[in-house]
């Protein structure tokens, strides 16, 4: 085990040094990372599989990187260099760290990540992630870009051929698309708060990128939806890429979400692949006239989707070692 922290008795004052140290260890035996109380305003670059990241007392990790943002050519980093955190191993548990991007918002910024979870089989407890668009990107990428010849942004080492990753009693805040990309991803009992956009604008809480056959995409589970005041409508989700999947089961969700419930991102084709889905609804039969009718809406649930099916190959959400 290594501490991080201000004081003289800890093995290392900032968070990269002890990953560092760590990365040059063999990644085969599980190791732990205790971070003490205090703000850490580093860039954190994790490869290393097999790890616990715990915080003690209020441990903040910040950075302000923007999409932009011009590096030393001139040429605009991109969404994919601005993380605060990177994880790209597998078995990761990481508990009580806040992650922000304090970069802020509007034309200027562009998109800002707090975390980039390339990774499998990671849980995440007891989190926060703090920015604005693009708050938290869950791998993989997709196969290719939209509009650029690449993605860019941090070198991935590995490639996993699942990413699996639960979060349970996590804070996520963000304007749009600030929970996005391909992961199997189950978000337990959280709060998911939309803040108000730079420019008035709707807002989008969702958008993933699930590739195709893929069986499951995003999973929210008895979160609760909140938002600041005087915000713009906001949409459940929204698909980056066509076969976008994102459910919502029993979530509490507050005056803020549209009516509409989602929307196929200037694309009607979309409506034709992506997978919408809202379960324990209450008065179903009015939010189903209210939704968008290529979305379903049903106040029981029709199909098990309990953490147990949504990651049937794994047990790594409910190991004993994860919830010391």
């Not at 030393?72 to 760290?97: K, Q, R």
């Not at 997978?275 to 290529?294: H, I, L």
Request: hydrophobic share 35%; with cysteine; proline share 3%.
């Amino acid at each position: 085990m290594l501490v991080v922290g201000k004081d003289s008795f800890c093995d290392y004052h900032n968070i990269q040094e002890a990953v560092d140290s760590l990365e040059q260890q063999s990644s085969d035996q599980a190791e732990t990372l205790v971070i003490l109380s205090g703000v850490y305003e580093e860039e954190v670059r994790i490869y290393r599989s097999h790890l616990k990241i715990i915080g003690v007392g209020r441990v903040e990790i910040v950075m302000n990187r923007y999409a932009k943002e011009r590096d030393e050519t001139g040429t605009e980093i991109g969404t994919f260099a601005t993380p605060t955190l990177f994880l790209g191993g597998i078995h990761l548990v990481l508990d009580n760290l806040l992650i922000t991007n304090t970069a802020g918002q509007g034309e200027s910024i562009g998109q800002a990540i707090a975390v980039y979870a390339h990774c499998d089989q990671t849980v995440f407890r007891n989190c926060t992630f703090k920015g604005y668009q693009d708050t938290l990107f869950t791998g993989p990428l997709p196969p290719a870009p939209k509009e650029r010849l690449e993605f860019g942004g941090i070198l991935l080492k590995e490639h996993h051929t699942h990413y699996r990753q639960l979060y349970q009693n996590c804070y996520i805040e963000g304007t749009v698309d600030f929970i996005f990309g391909g992961a199997t991803a189950y978000f337990d009992q959280c709060e998911i708060r939309s803040l108000r956009h730079w420019d008035n604008q709707a807002g989008y809480i969702s958008a993933a990128s699930t590739p195709k056959g893929q069986a499951h995409g995003y999973v929210f589970n008895n979160c609760y939806l909140t938002a600041e005041a005087a915000i713009s409508p906001v949409f459940l989700g929204r698909p980056w890429r066509e076969y976008a999947k994102t459910v919502f089961i029993g979530c509490h969700m507050a005056t803020h979400i549209h009516p509409l419930g989602w929307d196929h991102w200037n694309n009607a084709a979309n409506e034709e692949t992506v997978q919408y889905q809202e379960y324990g609804v209450k008065d179903a039969t009015v939010s189903r006239v209210q939704r968008v009718p290529w979305a379903d809406c049903f106040e029981t649930m029709e199909v098990a989707l309990s953490q147990e099916h949504i990651f049937p190959d794994s047990d790594f959400w409910r190991r004993e070692d994860n919830r010391k």
